[in-house]
């Protein structure tokens, strides 16, 4: 960059063009009566800017569609792989690399290996499918994030840290061999996409390895988190962003991995690790539900964009422009006085529902009734993460509301541009003038599990 324009631009220009749908107020009032008021059932289509996730919705480089037209579709020993694992080895230096379709799929085979019922494993903060499917195997998933994480106001660098005294505890008092691993989620996705410090992964890897338990990372979005640690941690201004992962992975023994976030392919993960008898295990599980070791479920085109994906999110310029982007975001809104999360994280600015809606109590689904605004007034799809999607629900029907009633903005990778950004600025604000006239939801019909994907609503009047 040139020492004196200090604008970040988007490090790419643009190739190929997907056309976005403009609907009116009126079109939209009628779609989203028709969903249900569930914006999980609204067709994509229909979506103008679309934040529900950055889970494979990012966009592909010119180099990753050149790979996939090398993909090697050999069932055996396909030339892919190796790329791919070597890809993954150069960041991670794991011994083995075993390919899986997703990042929960690495999970379930890892913890199918270790877990038994009764067992403890302790995270920062459980991504839910990390909980779910340690929790499928008896076991207890036991979130142990710093004290900074439960303050949505509070800035400080590292609110994705481990409460690392808390750890230290547990592993007094839990029995050695009913903890079968401790893993740390980097960014810490469920705590607001917020980082963890190297002297968090060092500090984290000590304690395990002093009582003998492996330490995995849950890695999605392990360059997002390198390069918080670049900028804010003392020390690490003047190394890469590979060398700072490279050093985050040589703390751990292992790791899982989503290759739809930090992987930068639209399908795709891994479980990497060093042991060489849970390998075997891990692969023999894998042969059973996924595939052969060298593709995993995977196609031989998408191991090739994912072996691309892995080297370029760690170009520095996208790092950049990718961090500076939610910054960007959060700047304008806390302009503009909007609440949320702070400081912004890497995939997600996380809008605070209680704090802008005080009149709408959690029993009438303040998130869910801000997620809807934003659809009915600028065609943006975010998600609730409030007591719709974590409410616990009581056999007498009584419901407990969530801690937080959050609405996640979440940016897929390379996909909008500042002018896009500036939008998302402008409803979010002209929406958050609007609260008082905002009322909330009832619950009309809904599953008995995960019911945020299929519950259908009734606006209260
Ligand atoms: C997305 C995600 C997963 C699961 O990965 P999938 O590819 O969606 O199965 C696990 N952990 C974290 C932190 C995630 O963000």
Redesign the pocket.
């Given at each position: 960059m040139h020492p004196h324009f200090r604008t970040i631009i988007e490090p790419f220009r643009i190739k190929t063009v997907e056309p976005i749908q403009f609907t009116t107020w009126e079109q939209r009032a009628d779609i989203i009566e028709a969903a249900g008021y569930n914006l999980f059932l609204v067709r994509a289509e229909n979506v103008l800017i679309d934040l529900l996730t950055d889970?494979?919705t990012g966009a592909m480089s010119s180099f990753q569609w050149a790979g996939m037209m090398q993909g090697d579709e050999s069932y055996a020993g396909a030339r892919s792989f190796y790329k791919f694992e070597a890809a993954a080895q150069r960041i991670t230096g794991f011994k083995h690399i075993i390919p899986t379709h997703?990042?929960?799929?690495a999970?379930r085979i890892l913890f199918g290996n270790v877990c038994k019922p009764g067992y403890v494993v302790p995270n920062n903060t459980h991504?839910d499918?990390?909980r779910a499917n340690v929790e499928c195997q008896g076991a207890q998933a036991l979130d142990l994030p710093c004290a900074e994480a439960h303050q949505p106001a509070l800035i400080a660098p590292f609110k994705g840290n481990m409460d690392v005294d808390a750890l230290t505890h547990t592993l007094q008092t839990v029995p050695r061999d009913q903890v079968p691993v401790v893993m740390l989620?980097v960014t810490n996705?469920?705590g607001g996409g917020q980082p963890v410090s190297m002297a968090n992964i060092r500090a984290v890897s000590q304690v395990c390895h002093a009582h003998g338990v492996p330490f995995f990372l849950?890695a999605?979005?392990f360059a997002e988190n390198a390069f918080f640690i670049k900028q804010r941690e003392p020390g690490y201004a003047d190394k890469t962003a590979l060398e700072i992962a490279q050093e985050m992975f040589s703390y751990a023994d292992g790791c899982?991995m989503?290759?739809?976030?930090d992987g930068m392919a639209n399908i795709g993960?891994f479980l990497a690790l060093h042991d060489d008898d849970l390998a075997q295990r891990c692969k023999n599980t894998l042969i059973l539900t996924e595939g052969f070791p060298t593709y995993g479920g995977l196609a031989g085109y998408d191991l090739e964009a994912i072996a691309v994906g892995l080297e370029e999110v760690l170009h520095e310029d996208y790092l950049r422009y990718r961090l500076r982007s939610i910054a960007y975001l959060g700047e304008k809104l806390d302009a503009a006085g909007v609440p949320f999360m702070k400081p912004t994280g890497g995939h997600a600015l996380y809008l605070d529902a209680a704090a802008m809606l005080p009149h709408i109590p959690a029993s009438h689904y303040p998130a869910q009734a801000l997620a809807v605004a934003l659809y009915q007034e600028g065609g943006i799809r975010s998600v609730e993460i409030g007591s719709v999607m974590f409410g616990r629900v009581h056999a007498d029907g009584s419901e407990e509301p969530a801690a937080l009633e959050l609405v996640r903005l979440a940016f897929p990778r390379r996909v909008y541009t500042q002018s896009h950004v500036d939008y998302v600025a402008e409803v979010v604000t002209y929406v958050a003038r609007l609260k008082d006239n905002l009322r909330g939801y009832r619950i009309s019909w809904q599953p008995p599990q995960l019911r945020h994907f299929s519950a259908q609503f009734e606006p209260l009047r």
């Open positions: 889970s494979g997703q990042g929960r799929a999970e991504f499918t990390t989620t996705n469920s849950d999605c979005r899982t989503s290759a739809k976030k993960g």
